[in-house]
């Protein structure tokens, strides 16, 4: 059994930044490709950034320059750092990753922005 949980959501005014974690834990061989997603209200859940196990990134291009994504393999752990936040940033944001070669979702963490 493997879980992947999230910490770090929050109400942050325009402009500020936040910091998602997202740790795995459970009977964990391997963990390649690690992200997170987010989707809003009405909208489809989109990738805004995945990380490889060598540390490739990849960003959606809405995020790109503010958000940076980072792992640590020896705790097995994904962070989200956001910068510059914007109003529609607003999401439920979820961690993502191929742990054993099977996917699995944390629970989510709300990140709402506003002022």
């Known amino acids: 059994q493997v879980q992947l949980v999230e910490s770090g959501g929050g109400l942050v005014q325009p402009g500020g930044s936040l910091r998602l974690s997202c740790a795995a834990s459970?009977?964990?061989?391997?963990?390649?490709?690690m992200g997170w997603y987010r989707q809003a209200p009405g909208k489809q859940r989109e990738l805004v950034a995945a990380?490889?196990?060598?540390?490739?990134?990849n960003y959606a291009d809405s995020v790109k320059g503010r958000f940076a994504i980072s792992r640590v393999n020896a705790k097995n752990t994904v962070y989200l750092q956001m910068n510059r936040l914007k109003p529609e940033d607003t999401a439920v944001y979820y961690c993502n990753a191929d742990v054993n070669r099977y996917i699995y979702w944390g629970q989510g963490t709300q990140v709402t922005v506003s002022s």
């Open positions: 990380i490889t196990r060598v540390g490739s990134t």
């Open positions: 459970g009977s964990i061989f391997s963990i390649n490709a």
